[in-house]
């Protein structure tokens, strides 16, 4: 028996530190790694089984063809050298009728290291491939962040502990962030009030002194609302404000007049009075702290709600104190200059880009065609929106689908050609994190399973198929890293690159005062962004649309993504596709507990089983975690529902802009 440390590789801001027990051939057991600074030695309920998983009799173990109708789930295993040939004599063919932009590569989060998770830029680059936008997470929030504090460092997580009125503001952190709340708990037994503001009543409200629920879209209408209150009670830091932020007088000139009590009730659904004992509680707070969600930037206004939210702690002049201020999330990954891994420089010419949100569309609709599509670490039937459409292209004959993947997902299913991929454990790669600051490097503690092989290790592969001689192409997995590590960028020191060379933990070390080091253009907060087109914050309602019922497509406890739909024992958690709804909206539609309902819109139709339960307010419904097409109980999931418009600014993914109608 062993133990060695290894790295959570899901998409999660935590990254949590593991350790892996392996008898020499199997992982046997999966425990959080005491020594790591942030997540300290604790794992969510997903991953204490983690080896359930990688030695799930479900894994994909040999490459296989299709034998049969598409999606029929018809294959013949075959070697790899037969699989490896095929796909490149398609492609040649393909490249030769059509030119390479008939190719698309597709990928997400499947796995987060640095080196696995961007393994197939180059080789798409080389190829001449059209290019994936991989906006379907939360660009919408970093533009947010962007736009009004640049590239000003987020703050240490760990910093929540001292604050005195914590707002957990549409972040579900007891099932995207379970790290967090430690150091939030801490901060409770010192005193501090917490305070969740979302649109139902998330696990996450177990820990909040206090729930807000707003009506989808409108936190920026609420937080302007908060700020006419702080500006009118003269809750304000005007030193902070006049020496560190740039343009209040025009916000508090042009903005703020309108945004009254009433008038952000209106929007936002919170009494007058609420939202009036809100801003004050706020602007009375010693060391306010906001942790901003993803959820609230997938609407069609995200970036600006985000935006318009940061404006909070600019007022009150927060960043100046330990624990006091704003996050919406770090970004430790500029430690290292991955243009070393995605290789830009290999487009000889520009091709098209398309949005990994409207892949339906452009599966189906785009000319000149696609003809081939790759995924790797990606799931898009189960996952984008617009899930009919996605399916009627992942169906036609003339595609030809490759799927890179550990499992058959209801995207490998549609595969012509499947090639079994490594977990994280059977590979090399360089992790860091979106919720803290620490980096690790890992090896491989445990062989392949099966003929299972690596994202890096085939895109090695297909590359000298394709007959590409770039030295690139030749390196294995750990000289890649090698280099990674070795021209990091400035905030790693040689010490720390030695550290993370030996594969130890390593915690970037953060500059002395850098939460009030503004990098931003004019080095102040930027209330006013002369470079916006909206050049101060504001309220916009978001996309909407005919139907009268707001859809929460929520995280779940028990999921993350399509991750994780082969532990049975998870899934036993989930029951059933359930929608939550309010007793008011199922009594107006004569629904009761526990009936099979269709939820509905103009892109689809899907059945869920029906809760009927309070923590969801009138005019909305929840249907928590994506489950697979096999789980479903008419062949759809819930992003069938989605639609493919994208945010205001960094053309993210508007998941909770979607309105239905229930019937039973
Ligand atoms: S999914 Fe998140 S919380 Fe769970 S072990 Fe992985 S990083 Fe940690």
Not at 298 to 324: D, E, F, H, Q, S
Not at 574 to 594: G, S, V, Y
Not at 606 to 634: D, I, M, R, Y
Request: net charge negative; with cysteine; charged share 20%.
């Amino acid at each position: 028996m062993a133990t060695c440390p290894s790295i959570c590789p899901y998409d999660c801001p935590d990254a949590c530190g593991l350790l892996i027990t392996t008898d020499g051939r199997l992982a046997t057991a999966v425990q959080g790694d005491p020594c790591h600074p942030f997540t300290n030695g604790t794992l969510c309920v997903k991953m204490n089984h983690y080896e359930r998983t990688v030695h799930s009799p479900e894994r994909l173990t040999t490459p296989l063809l299709r034998s049969g109708p598409k999606g029929a789930n018809h294959f013949t295993p075959v070697s790899w050298e037969k699989a490896v040939n095929h796909i490149a004599d398609r492609w040649q063919a393909i490249i030769a009728e059509y030119g390479p932009e008939a190719i698309l590569p597709c990928s997400y989060a499947g796995t987060m290291g640095l080196l696995q998770r961007n393994a197939g830029h180059a080789f798409f680059y080389q190829l001449g491939a059209s290019r994936l936008e991989r906006t379907i997470c939360s660009p919408a929030k970093g533009y947010g962040w962007k736009a009004i504090m640049g590239s000003t460092l987020a703050p240490h997580p760990q910093e929540v502990k001292s604050s005195d009125l914590i707002i957990l503001w549409g972040s579900n952190a007891a099932a995207t962030n379970i790290h967090f709340l430690q150091y939030v708990k801490e901060a409770k037994k010192n005193g501090a009030v917490v305070w969740l503001i979302d649109t139902y009543e998330t696990p996450t409200a177990g820990i909040a002194d206090q729930v807000y629920l707003v009506r989808p879209g409108s936190d920026a209408a609420l937080a302007l609302g908060m700020m006419h209150i702080l500006a009118k009670q003269e809750l304000l830091d005007k030193e902070f404000l006049a020496e560190r932020v740039q343009g209040y007088d025009n916000f508090q000139r042009e903005i703020l007049p309108r945004w009254t009590a009433e008038a952000a009730s209106e929007i936002s659904g919170l009494p007058p009075a609420i939202i009036e004992a809100m801003a004050l509680a706020y602007g009375r707070a010693k060391v306010p702290f906001i942790s901003i969600g993803s959820g609230l930037s997938r609407y069609g206004n995200g970036a600006m709600t985000v935006r318009t939210i940061l404006c909070l702690p600019a007022l009150t002049g927060a960043w100046t104190k330990p624990g006091g201020g704003a996050t919406a999330g770090t970004s430790a990954s500029s430690a290292f200059a991955m243009g070393q891994i995605t290789r830009e420089d290999f487009i000889s010419t520009p091709t098209r880009s398309i949005n990994i949100n409207q892949l339906g569309m452009a599966l189906t609709e785009i000319q000149p065609p696609l003809q081939s599509l790759y995924v790797y670490h990606g799931n898009p039937a189960a996952v984008c929106p617009d899930q009919n459409r996605i399916l009627k292209g992942l169906e036609r004959e003339d595609l030809f689908t490759v799927v890179h993947e550990r499992f058959l997902t209801d995207t490998a299913r549609y595969a012509d050609v499947i090639l079994p991929a490594t977990s994280s454990l059977e590979h090399s790669d360089l992790y860091c994190a979106y919720g803290h600051y620490c980096l690790r490097r890992v090896k491989p503690v445990i062989a392949p399973v099966g003929q299972a092989r690596s994202n890096w290790d085939v895109f090695q592969l297909l590359a000298q198929k394709m007959g590409f001689h770039d030295p690139f192409f030749a390196q294995s997995a750990d000289e890649a890293i090698d280099e990674l590590i070795t021209h990091s960028t400035n905030w790693l020191d040689s010490a720390a690159q030695e550290r993370l060379m030996r594969g130890e933990l390593v915690e970037l070390s953060l500059p002395d005062n850098y939460k009030t080091t503004f990098k931003t253009p004019s080095g102040k907060i930027e209330i006013e962004n002369r470079l916006e087109t909206a050049t101060l914050p504001e309220y916009f309602p978001p996309h909407g649309g005919k139907q009268p019922l707001c859809l929460m497509t929520a995280p779940s406890v028990y999921g993350l993504n399509s991750s994780f739909l082969e532990r049975a024992d998870l899934l036993a958690q989930r029951r059933t596709m359930d929608l939550l709804m309010n007793p008011q909206d199922a009594a107006d539609r004569k629904l009761h507990d526990r009936q099979t309902v269709i939820a509905y819109n103009e892109l689809g139709e899907v059945e869920f089983q029906l809760t009927v339960t309070t923590k969801v307010p009138p005019g909305v419904v929840v249907a928590e975690g994506v489950w697979g097409l096999g789980h479903s109980l008419n062949g759809r999931t819930v992003n069938a529902l989605v639609s493919p418009r994208l945010t205001d600014k960094a053309n993210g993914s508007t998941f909770y802009d979607t309105k239905v109608e229930v019937r039973a």
